[in-house]
């Protein structure tokens, strides 16, 4: 079967769809001795239904529990028997299994996950099994008062939108979910037009296309996400209350543009600065000059409608004031002096090192490539990705702070041992 309309993105990154509909996009590195492979569907928390949030994870879990031709077993061990190094994770808008291995046994590893996702068993038993390791995995994150602080965080920010869910759901939804929601969900939202693979390693596209061209056909719903508004909320708080805590945990920030938006670069060069590495401001000023926490960091996430940044911290309960009128005070500097020359140099220099290293990684390069698809992301090339960076200046730092980092707009999330709380 010939490669349809097959586009040349570089020298070693080509794109094609196949015949059932689905896309393909790999990046041949012929020097590498290993290959990575990801079967990624366009759906994750964000498109499902509140009554069962959490069940884009129940499918990413159940289909490794066993196909009409394997069991989950006989997954494990033939694809462990081939040398591959498998695993599986649910994003907000997304859901992914990739495996490593040996290019020599790429295809049979390919054709198992293959039918793990067009002919999977869904067996009752198995589902019942899986949902209590969720529900593990539920409370596991609820004792974790950071995860929690940040869960908080993005049901306020992403009120009364489709990203207000958690990605693991909640105990009732879980339960709530039986075999044939699960069963309609995968026939709906995993159809080819919302499949598509991304490859790295020592294979030729042409070859690669045949292995993937397999024929598998699942009829279902296209995904859109145009058109999904997100609200922007601000100075909205939630509390969260749990006992025997020895820190309170902070969370802070603000909607953002999205990931293809244009500040995106300079929001990334500006995160960094306040919160990233030892040398970051805010580390400097609250753990190294003050000695007033022990983590804190900032951060950014985009998706292809929306993003967040914002800024965490941990400390005793006395000290949350004094970090937050430090915070508030570097963040009104951030947004009335420019960057100096050195300091832009060295942000600079820390992302692009980033960059490197996660390019140089096969996951990183699998990531980066699918990414472009996910997003609608045309910065695929590595150099392409450094003269973005390369490019952003003081001044466009200085838009983003005040833009997205206005301390009286935050949101706030807490979480902390005393039954109530405020600030």
């Known amino acids: 079967m010939k490669e349809k309309k097959r586009i040349k993105i570089s020298q070693r990154i080509s794109k094609a769809h196949l015949d059932n509909g689905s896309i393909l996009i790999g990046e041949e590195i012929d020097y590498l001795h290993s290959f990575i492979f990801g079967i990624y569907v366009k759906t994750g928390s964000d498109n499902e239904p509140v009554e069962h949030n959490g069940i884009s994870h129940i499918v990413e879990h159940i289909l490794f529990k066993g196909t009409k031709k394997r069991t989950a ?36 590893i390919f054709n198992i996950l ?27 994150a609820y004792d974790d008062p950071e995860d929690l602080a940040f869960q908080n965080f993005n049901e306020i920010i992403f009120k009364n939108s489709r990203f207000e869910k958690s990605i693991l759901g909640t105990e009732r939804s879980v339960k709530k979910t039986k075999r044939e929601h699960v069963i309609r969900y995968i026939e709906k939202y995993y159809s080819n037009k919302n499949i598509f693979y991304s490859y790295a390693g020592p294979v030729s596209f042409s070859d690669a296309f045949r292995i993937f061209n397999d024929g598998n056909k699942r009829n279902g719903e296209q995904i859109n996400r145009d058109n999904r508004n997100v609200p922007d909320h601000k100075n909205k708080f939630k509390y ?35 919160g990233a590495g030892m040398s970051s401001r805010l580390f400097r000023i609250l753990r190294e000059k003050n000695g007033l926490v022990y983590t804190v960091y900032s951060f950014s996430e985009m998706f292809l409608e929306v993003g967040t940044t914002g800024i965490y911290f941990a400390c005793n309960e006395k000290n949350i004031r004094k970090n937050l009128e430090i915070i508030k005070k570097q963040l009104l500097k951030i947004r009335n002096v420019k960057v100096t020359k050195d300091e832009m140099e060295k942000v600079k220099n820390q992302i692009l090192t980033n960059l490197a290293v996660n390019y140089d990684s096969l996951s990183g390069r699998m990531g980066l490539i699918a990414r472009s698809e996910l997003y609608n992301d045309d910065s695929i090339k590595f150099d392409q990705i450094i003269s973005s960076f390369e490019k952003v200046t003081s001044n466009q730092i200085l838009e983003a702070a005040n833009k997205y980092f206005q301390f009286e707009a935050f949101n706030f999330s807490i979480v902390g041992s005393k039954e109530d709380f405020t600030l």
């Open 114 to 140: 293959q039918e793990m996702i067009y002919q999977p068993l869904i067996d009752s038993k198995e589902l019942k099994k899986e949902k209590n390791v969720i529900l593990e995995e539920i409370k596991s």
């Open 240 to 274: 969260g209350f749990k006992e025997s805590l020895q820190q309170y945990h902070v969370v802070m920030g603000s909607k953002t543009g999205n990931a293809t938006s244009d500040d995106r670069h300079a929001l990334m060069m500006l995160v960094s600065i306040l």
């Open 73 to 108: 077993e006989e997954i494990a061990l033939e694809i462990e028997s081939l040398g591959g190094l498998m695993n599986a994770y649910t994003a907000r808008d997304h859901t992914c299994f990739y495996v490593k291995s040996m290019p020599k046994n790429f295809p049979k």
